[in-house]
């Protein structure tokens, strides 16, 4: 009994903080979403954008078998 009533500590906690009002890990996030819109900012002062290749529509991989396998006929029945 005293395992189970263990293991369901966290869960107990978590529902009772959740009730009263406070969100466990709010202020984290908070702070974790101003750190990434900081970094996007836009950086086009500092860099010049750079032409990009042109992407290659070749298959490759698993695509390329999928399709290997797609443009085969079926086996013909003995």
Known sequence: MFEIGLAL???LL??????????PGCEAIVRLA??????????S???QARPQAPRSHAA???????FGIA?????LAP
């Not at 443009?71 to 086996?75: E, G, H, L, W």
Request: charged share 20%; net charge positive; hydrophobic share 40%.
């Open 34 to 43: 101003e750190r990434i819109a900081k970094r996007s900012l836009p950086r």
């Open 71 to 75: 443009q085969r006929p079926p086996p």
């Open 45 to 47: 002062a500092k860099r």
């Open 9 to 11: 500590a966290p869960l």
């Open 60 to 66: 490759s991989g698993g695509l390329l078998i999928a």
């Open 14 to 23: 978590l529902v009772v903080s959740l009730l009263l009002g406070h969100y």
